[in-house]
């Protein structure tokens, strides 16, 4: 009988072998599951918004229709971050941070950071999404197939008698390592596919790019089994170097490299934010107001001829100058921790390059556009989007015009939809480096191989 068919054979009649698939399986199409979920209730919660807005614009512009400027203090304006299906294989943090945000024409630093409300629970124990599964589970049932390809033919005396069949008895161990390789990664495929075709992903260099990479990953961890194999230790010592490198590679290199970055770049700015946008305009209040109006007229000189009501303590003129005096407040801050923000982003990227498991899930979220940089995207837009609301309704706001005037009907969700600029070689090059050095390594360690 061919060496390999017999490889094989007796690999599929283990005993744990038909189990630890079908475990790994079940929670792939579990996450599957729970991804479309996710992404279900994303546009659940667009008609929802979208069905709120125009209600609430269509009751307010009936009982409140007397002043522009007390209309549209009430009146929100929805923005949606675009949300591609594939985020249903790496949430990322889209589960976090709001993918549908709206807005009033006041001061925008305090709206732009409201969360919806989760219960804590869940948000403890996160959600099993695909990358989840491929990183966290896919490794362990590696290191269970892998641990012992070496020293169970030692230990069960075969190893001798094999090494006088041949010449090159490393080679049996590598056929054995392969033969493991190809039926993880047709499981792996499998699921892909499944989830290209339930979560209708489509099919583009994105999910080309996501698809290779997680093969890469998976041959990482067969590359490191074969490394430590390869040191020829007994079955207990492979499997506990494995599980510590587990261990290592998933929890605790990860968390190190988090508190990294984030004592690296500390964000205080973000509460200094909240802080000066609130006294910027809450402070107005009990100071003379030509200050502020002048401020005003500067940020927007388009509006210089509009004037505050003489002997009159107050005017939609002065109050929405107040409120933006509250956002240019707290400009500084809010360039400061966006610009950290950013350098965190960078900091892991660079930090995930040496580390195949960060740079895999940050790719995954690169790519389903559920990453920080995908959300300071949102932020930016949210920016544009406030700002032309605010240039549309001032003029209408200061010259007091007629709200039935304004075409109500027309102001409907608008959708933000970032675009992926595809990195080939900053994604798939430094896992693949990586995998390749353990692989030849592990090759120079077996062919030494002698018998004992």
Same mark, same amino acid.
């Given at each position: 009988?061919?060496?390999?068919?017999?490889?094989?054979?007796?690999?599929?009649?283990?005993?744990?072998?038909?189990?630890?698939?079908?475990?790994?399986?079940? !929670?792939?199409?579990?996450?599957? =599951?729970?991804?479309?979920?996710?992404?279900?209730?994303?546009?659940?919660?667009?008609?929802?918004?979208?069905?709120?807005?125009?209600?609430?614009?269509?009751?307010?512009?009936?009982?409140?229709?007397?002043?522009?400027?007390?209309?549209?203090?009430?009146?929100?304006?929805?923005?949606?971050? &675009?949300?591609?299906?594939?985020?249903?294989?790496?949430?990322?943090?889209?589960?976090?941070?709001?993918?549908?945000?709206?807005?009033?024409?006041?001061?925008?630093? &305090? *709206?732009?950071?409201?969360?919806?409300?989760?219960?804590?629970?869940?948000?403890?124990?996160?959600?099993?999404?695909?990358?989840?599964?491929?990183?966290?589970?896919?490794?362990?049932?590696?290191?269970?197939?892998? @641990?012992?390809?070496?020293?169970?033919?030692?230990?069960?005396?075969?190893?001798?008698?094999?090494?006088?069949?041949?010449?090159?008895?490393?080679?049996?161990?590598? *056929?054995?390592?392969?033969?493991?390789?190809?039926?993880? &990664?047709?499981?792996?495929?499998?699921?892909?596919?499944?989830?290209?075709?339930?979560?209708?992903?489509?099919?583009?260099?994105?999910?080309?790019?996501?698809?290779?990479?997680?093969?890469?990953?998976?041959?990482?961890?067969?590359?490191?089994?074969?490394?430590?194999?390869? @040191?020829?230790?007994?079955?207990?010592?492979? !499997?506990?170097?494995?599980?510590?490198? +587990?261990?290592?590679?998933?929890?605790?290199?990860? !968390?190190?490299?988090?508190?990294?970055?984030?004592?690296?770049?500390?964000?205080?700015?973000?509460?200094?934010?909240?802080?000066?946008?609130?006294?910027?305009?809450?402070?107005?209040?009990?100071?003379?107001?030509?200050?502020?109006?002048?401020?005003?007229?500067?940020?927007?000189?388009?509006?210089?001829?509009?004037?505050?009501?003489?002997?009159?303590?107050?005017?939609?003129? +002065?109050?929405?100058?107040?409120?933006?005096?509250?956002?240019?407040?707290? *400009?500084?801050?809010?360039?400061?921790?966006?610009?950290?923000?950013?350098?965190?982003?960078?900091?892991?990227?660079?930090?995930? =390059?040496?580390?195949?498991?960060?740079?895999?899930?940050?790719? @995954?979220?690169?790519?389903?556009?559920?990453?920080?940089?995908?959300?300071?995207?949102? +932020?930016?837009?949210?920016?544009?989007?406030?700002?032309?609301?605010?240039?549309?309704?001032?003029?209408?706001?200061?010259?007091?015009?007629?709200?039935?005037?304004?075409?109500?009907?027309?102001?409907?969700?608008?959708?933000?939809?970032? *675009?992926?600029?595809?990195? +080939?070689?900053?994604?798939?090059?430094?896992?693949?480096?990586?995998?390749?050095?353990?692989?030849?390594? !592990?090759?120079?360690?077996?062919?030494?191989?002698?018998?004992?």
């Amino acid at each position: 009988m061919n060496v390999t068919k017999l490889l094989f054979l007796n690999f599929i009649r283990a005993k744990g072998f038909v189990i630890a698939l079908t475990v790994l399986g079940l !929670a792939g199409l579990l996450s599957l =599951y729970i991804g479309k979920t996710f992404i279900e209730n994303h546009q659940k919660n667009i008609q929802k918004t979208a069905q709120t807005q125009q209600e609430t614009i269509d009751r307010y512009v009936k009982f409140e229709n007397k002043e522009m400027g007390l209309l549209l203090y009430y009146l929100k304006f929805g923005l949606v971050n &675009e949300m591609p299906n594939l985020a249903g294989l790496s949430i990322g943090q889209r589960d976090i941070n709001p993918s549908t945000m709206s807005v009033t024409i006041r001061n925008l630093e &305090e *709206q732009k950071y409201n969360t919806e409300l989760h219960n804590p629970m869940y948000q403890l124990l996160g959600n099993l999404d695909f990358s989840f599964v491929l990183i966290y589970f896919f490794p362990l049932v590696i290191i269970a197939f892998c @641990f012992n390809a070496l020293s169970e033919e030692k230990e069960s005396g075969i190893w001798k008698l094999l090494c006088s069949q041949t010449d090159k008895p490393f080679l049996v161990i590598v *056929q054995k390592i392969i033969i493991r390789w190809v039926i993880v &990664e047709i499981l792996l495929v499998m699921l892909l596919f499944i989830a290209q075709i339930y979560l209708q992903i489509p099919f583009d260099f994105v999910w080309i790019t996501f698809c290779l990479v997680a093969i890469l990953y998976v041959l990482f961890w067969f590359a490191l089994c074969t490394w430590i194999v390869s @040191f020829q230790k007994n079955s207990n010592q492979n !499997a506990l170097l494995l599980l510590i490198c +587990w261990v290592l590679l998933t929890i605790v290199l990860p !968390a190190t490299a988090n508190a990294f970055v984030t004592n690296t770049y500390p964000t205080q700015e973000a509460f200094e934010t909240l802080i000066e946008s609130r006294d910027g305009y809450h402070k107005k209040w009990d100071l003379p107001k030509e200050p502020t109006l002048q401020k005003f007229k500067a940020h927007y000189p388009q509006f210089a001829d509009f004037q505050h009501p003489e002997n009159k303590d107050f005017s939609w003129l +002065w109050y929405y100058a107040m409120q933006q005096m509250g956002d240019d407040d707290a *400009q500084n801050a809010v360039k400061q921790f966006k610009n950290k923000l950013a350098y965190r982003e960078q900091l892991s990227k660079t930090i995930g =390059y040496f580390l195949p498991t960060i740079h895999t899930q940050l790719v @995954f979220n690169q790519l389903a556009q559920s990453d920080l940089a995908n959300q300071l995207k949102f +932020w930016e837009a949210l920016e544009q989007f406030h700002e032309k609301k605010r240039l549309h309704f001032y003029p209408k706001i200061f010259s007091d015009a007629p709200v039935l005037q304004e075409n109500w009907q027309q102001w409907k969700l608008t959708f933000f939809e970032s *675009q992926i600029p595809i990195n +080939w070689i900053g994604s798939i090059l430094p896992i693949l480096l990586i995998t390749m050095a353990f692989l030849m390594w !592990a090759m120079f360690q077996l062919r030494k191989i002698i018998v004992e």
